[in-house]
């Protein structure tokens, strides 16, 4: 096994002496007083050489400037690289950020609201590859062996029509605003059966309807075929006149017609 080796640079000294022009690069892209003491420097490579001076900004306590100086090959004078604020040992720094996909909690969903899926989701996979027999098992539980009564077609038919009507229906803001069906959708578990054709049961954890059951045609932004839309284009409002920036003059007076001028002219209108 081949193990890397960290390539160590001696510092050029006249990169390393260069403390006051890499003071004079920190103070100009720092306000006044926020520059302090020389904390050191770190070789970077051959005659590249890093300063670092104490950040004085009571906002960013703990770090630090950091100027970097390098010299050319046969060169003497030495040149400013680069200039940033770095953290230092105890900076305070802004919590490390998570995918929004990792952040997302199960009821976080809205009207409107869009969950696009990955192509190698592990919560999905085609529909070829279900090849159980649970539809003949449920068959078996449907038509009543080893129970004692079974539901009515009445009963069904009362069912079917509150699941319909109800918030997991298709008359819903929700399923209004959604992207396609749950009939399309990959999280959507059909039930067996008579039922089998117009609901199921929602299996998307991230879903307003996770573990209820959905009737076919309703829907809701986690659709596992949901894609990001771009947002329409915004109307441009109509311009508004500014009538304070210049005076309002009368209109010039327009002789009758029928009037003649100072000269004897044709009255105006005729030829």
């Known amino acids: 096994m081949n193990r890397t080796r ?3 640079f001696t510092a050029d000294q006249a990169c390393a002496a260069a403390v006051e022009p890499a003071r004079a690069a920190a103070e100009e892209i720092a306000r006044p007083g926020e520059v302090g003491e020389h904390l050191g420097f770190q070789a970077e490579g051959e005659r590249v050489v890093t300063h670092y001076f104490a950040c004085l900004d009571r906002a960013y306590r703990g770090w630090r400037w950091a100027i970097t100086v390098t010299r050319a090959s046969r060169a003497r ?16 720094l802004p ?5 929004w996909s990792e952040r997302l909690l199960p009821g976080d969903l ?6 696009p899926t990955s192509d190698d989701d592990d919560r999905l996979a085609p529909g070829f590859t ?5 539809a003949d ?22 069912a079917v029509h509150r699941w319909h009507a109800g918030d997991s229906g298709p008359h819903t803001p929700l ?5 396609a069906q749950c009939s399309t959708c990959g999280f959507y578990w059909p039930l067996a059966g008579a039922l089998r054709l117009g609901f199921g049961v929602c299996a998307n954890e991230y879903a307003p309807d996770d573990g209820k059951v959905v009737a ?16 329409a284009s915004v109307e441009q409002p109509m311009p508004i006149l500014d009538d304070l920036g210049y005076d309002l003059m009368p209109e010039e007076s327009v002789p009758a017609a029928g009037s003649v001028d100072d000269e004897g002219a044709e009255p105006l209108g005729h030829s």
Do not use: K
């Open 216 to 231: 076919a045609d309703h829907g809701c932004g986690a659709h596992s075929e949901a894609a990001v839309i771009a947002p």
């Open 130 to 134: 279900e090849t159980d027999d649970d």
């Open 175 to 179: 399923a209004h605003a959604a992207p």
């Open 77 to 92: 004078n030495v040149t400013i690289s680069e200039t940033v604020l770095l953290p230092g040992a105890g900076a305070l």
């Open 110 to 115: 809205g009207v409107g609201d869009l969950l």
């Open 6 to 8: 960290s390539r160590t």
């Open 95 to 99: 919590p490390a950020w998570v995918p």
């Open 137 to 158: 098992r449920q068959m078996i539980f449907e038509y009543g062996l080893g129970r004692a009564r079974v539901l009515s077609a009445i009963g069904r038919d009362r």
